[in-house]
Structure formats: structure tokens, C-alpha cells
């Protein structure tokens, strides 16, 4: 299930996209979630867990991934228990939150109200609150109300 927190919390990564550079593991790169987010998000192919080909920047190193794929990466391998900051990532990268969601448990911290509009039916824990929601329009809603505090 999808848990999301809005504002500070503890055991939170603030810049995911600096702890994936100091953290991944070289068979995240080339796993096939991995392979797919990349290839939506970046539009770029994995060639090795080292090479990637990007068709605006050529062949790039891992660590110049974007930081919203870094953070994807993170949020379904990283197993240290800490909770990823999913500001950091970009709205397309709101489907793939949810589906990783649908694996295992995920928890994420928001500090600005990432739109789920693409994410298809969902539904969240919103830690603020305790309350669940059930799609997009209510994550909105609530968000909202968490926000105004």
C-alpha cells in the first residue's frame, strides 16, 4: 500500500538522488522495472549497469540519470528502511510511484502536492491524517486540507 506524508519526517531522505549515487546496486540498473522506468521517464536505454543511451545527451554514466528515476530506483530496491522524498521527482513519475505501491509497501514523503492525475485508480494511507484515500480527486482534497495547516 501507498502511504504518503506531507512535510518533515524522521528517517527521511531529503535528496534521494544524492543517496542513490553513494547507495545503488549495479542489478537495479538492468532489473526490468528499472529497464521500463527509465526508457518513460528519461527516454533513454540501459545498455549496462554502467552505460546508458540517451538520445539527447549520448552515452551518460548511471549517476546521470535523472533524480526522479534515482528516486523511483530507491523507493522499489532500496531495503535500508528510510523514506524517500518524492518531490524530488517530477509528476510523470506518479504512476510509477504507484505501481511499486502495488508490490510492496511504500511509504513517501511529499512536500508539495505531486499530481496522481496519471496514475490511474489508486489509493493511499495519508499519515497527516490517518485517513485513506481512494483516487486522485481525494488525494487531492486531502492533500489540500494537509497543506492549509
Keep these: 500500500?501507498?502511504?504518503?506524508?506531507?512535510?518533515?519526517?524522521?528517517?527521511?531522505?531529503?535528496h534521494p538522488p544524492t543517496w542513490f549515487d553513494n547507495r545503488y546496486e549495479d542489478e537495479w540498473i538492468t532489473d526490468p522495472l528499472s529497464v521500463q522506468m527509465i526508457k518513460d521517464i528519461d527516454k533513454s536505454e540501459v545498455v549496462s549497469p554502467h552505460l546508458i543511451e540517451s538520445p539527447v545527451l549520448g552515452p551518460i554514466s548511471?549517476?546521470?540519470?535523472?533524480?526522479?528515476?534515482?528516486?523511483l530506483m530507491l523507493m522499489a530496491?532500496?531495503?535500508?528502511?528510510?523514506?524517500?522524498?518524492?518531490?524530488?521527482?517530477?509528476?510523470?513519475?506518479?504512476?510509477?510511484?504507484?505501481e511499486i505501491s502495488r508490490?510492496?509497501?511504500?511509504?513517501?514523503?511529499?512536500?508539495?502536492?505531486?499530481?496522481?492525475?496519471s496514475a490511474g485508480e489508486f489509493d493511499a494511507l495519508m499519515l497527516n491524517t490517518g485517513r485513506i484515500v481512494h483516487g486522485y480527486?481525494?488525494?487531492?482534497?486531502?492533500?489540500?486540507r494537509i497543506e492549509e495547516r
Design 1 to 14: 500500500m501507498l502511504k504518503i506524508v506531507f512535510g518533515d519526517i524522521e528517517n527521511s531522505i531529503f
Design 137 to 144: 480527486a481525494e488525494y487531492v482534497d486531502e492533500a489540500l
Design 103 to 117: 508490490q510492496k509497501d511504500l511509504t513517501i514523503n511529499l512536500h508539495h502536492v505531486l499530481d496522481f492525475s
Design 77 to 98: 530496491f532500496d531495503e535500508s528502511g528510510k523514506i524517500f522524498n518524492a518531490s524530488s521527482c517530477g509528476n510523470n513519475c506518479a504512476k510509477w510511484i504507484v
Design 62 to 71: 548511471t549517476k546521470e540519470l535523472s533524480g526522479g528515476v534515482k528516486t
